[in-house]
Nanobody, 120 residues
């Protein structure tokens, strides 16, 4: 019925930037809160940033300062601009969203993840 597709990951040198995108598609009526999470090898998944439907952001401790979350409701897309990347930012980044379907049912959806690798 609905899916999230992340893109924009890749390999970047320390100090570089990446912009991740999370695009939702399917039988969507509206999208509520959306979050970016990441999981490094051997570690638990952690919150990077979240944004409300109205565009109010909040950030995990690891993302404050160099990361910015934003959204384009018309395109059902959320972005994560990551600047000043460090090797410890290396992880699989996942998008998560609470989506209201055209049936008015609400579902919680995860994307498949996109790999971000920061070299030193």
């Amino acid at each position: 019925q609905v899916q999230l597709v992340e893109s924009g990951g890749g390999l970047v040198q320390a100090g570089g930037s990446l912009r991740l995108s999370c695009a939702a598609s399917g039988s969507i009526f509206s999208i509520n809160d959306v979050g970016w999470y990441r999981q490094a090898p051997g570690k638990q998944r952690e919150l990077v940033a979240r944004i409300t439907r109205g565009g109010i952001p909040s950030y995990g401790d690891s993302a404050k300062g160099p990361f910015t979350i934003s959204r384009d409701n018309a395109r059902n897309t959320v972005f994560l601009q990551m600047n000043s990347l460090k090797p410890e930012d290396t992880a699989v980044y996942y998008c998560n969203a609470e989506i209201v379907l055209t049936s008015r049912a609400t579902v919680n959806v995860w994307g498949q993840g996109t790999q971000v690798t920061v070299s030193s």
